[in-house]
């Protein structure tokens, strides 16, 4: 089956420690995104790329890293130096950039205490 | 920057009764997109429904339609014959070079 892949669905973390995030896509798209959600909040864009290699950063990306070294597959890296990194992800892909809907996957939940 | 507002943080109506979510966004742009996701209890998002700026036809997806009004900047969506799935979050999302997100509005649907 097509889709977007994201694992674990539930993450624990100790403060001070790096985590990284999958997120991985078969359905051959060339852009791919992540967002984090807050309770009573909508999505907020932290990194997307639109091709291998390239990334650009989004709203709130202070305290996140990402690489795209293949197609298929955008990890999301949760540095110690992210104040607030209790929240859930979710990942996203689409064909391209603007017009094109986004697919979304499953979602990780992080909690660091 | 885009910005989209969704006025109603939660509503509540019966089964089968027919219920209206409210949007409104804020651009510049003339050519984009607007969309309506839905995230059950599973927190899985949903495409429900997309709209062209450009066409001035209402999409329509079965059970689910909008009201699109471009110079208003509002974009409502309509569920008809309301059921039991359709209790979930439900976000208006604004398609420029990024998607933006309003806030969301809660929706249960009772029986």
């Known amino acids: 089956d097509g889709g977007i892949t994201q694992s674990p669905k539930y993450l624990f973390r100790k403060e001070g420690q790096n985590v990284t995030l999958s997120c991985e896509q078969n359905l051959n798209h060339d852009a791919m995104y992540w967002y984090r959600q807050d309770p009573g909040q909508g999505l907020r864009l932290i990194y997307y790329?639109?091709?291998?290699?390239?990334?650009q950063k989004g709203d709130i990306a202070e305290g996140y890293s990402v690489s795209r070294e293949k197609k298929e597959s955008f990890p999301l890296t949760v540095t110690s130096a992210q104040k607030n990194p209790t929240a859930f992800y979710l990942c996203a892909s689409s064909p391209g950039l603007g017009t094109y809907e986004q697919y979304f996957g499953p979602g990780t939940r992080l909690t660091v205490t | 920057a885009q910005t989209v507002t969704q006025s109603q943080p939660e509503m509540s109506v019966q089964e089968a009764e027919t219920v209206t979510l409210s949007c409104t966004y804020d651009?510049?742009?003339?050519?984009?997109?607007l969309f309506w996701y839905k995230q059950p209890p599973s927190r899985q998002m949903i495409l429900v429904i997309r709209q062209e700026a450009y066409k001035q036809q209402n999409a329509t997806e079965n059970r689910f339609s909008v009201n699109f009004q471009k110079a208003a900047k509002s974009f409502s969506l309509k569920i008809s014959d309301s059921q039991l799935g359709d209790t979930a979050m439900y976000f208006c999302a604004f398609m420029g070079l990024k998607l933006v997100f309003g806030q969301g509005t809660r929706l249960t649907i009772n029986p």
């Open positions: 790329s639109q091709i291998v290699n390239d990334f």
């Open positions: 651009t510049s742009e003339n050519n984009y997109y």
